[in-house]
């Protein structure tokens, strides 16, 4: 599980890094394909991912825990980031683009991200 914080750490160098990736938002039903973030603000209660085209805060209270579901769990051998809500179900979930392009980088930042800074 992760921390709100190391979440905020991940999304942030993804930011830097302008790595795309696909967004998909459990309810109200959103897939965000190919999805640059430009901008990660942590905030109050909630944590805001803006881009060209969408701007989308997740409300600190409605987050439950966030999971970095790893290599042997992801469809796609590449580690994602789910973030479920207080009554366990599927908030949000981040992931590479489903044509692996950056993929090596993208797993490079999920594993370590201090470590991806270098």
Not at 30 to 52: F, M, P, R
Not at 61 to 82: C, F, K, T, W, Y
Not at 85 to 112: C, F, K, R
Request: charged residues 20%.
């Amino acid at each position: 599980m992760l921390s709100i914080a190391k979440l905020y750490e991940r999304l942030t160098l993804l930011a830097k890094l302008e790595l795309p990736c696909t967004i998909r938002i459990a309810s109200p039903a959103l897939l965000l394909q190919n999805a640059v973030i430009n901008q990660v603000d942590l905030g109050g209660e909630s944590l805001t991912l803006v881009g060209k085209d969408f701007n989308l805060r997740l409300f600190g209270p409605n987050i439950h825990s966030i999971r970095l579901v790893n290599q042997r769990e992801a469809e796609n051998g590449i580690a994602r980031l789910d973030i479920h809500h207080s009554q366990g179900m599927l908030y949000a979930s981040i992931h590479p683009t489903p044509d692996g392009m950056g993929s090596e980088v993208w797993q490079d930042v999920m594993d370590n991200p201090t470590l991806s800074l270098a």
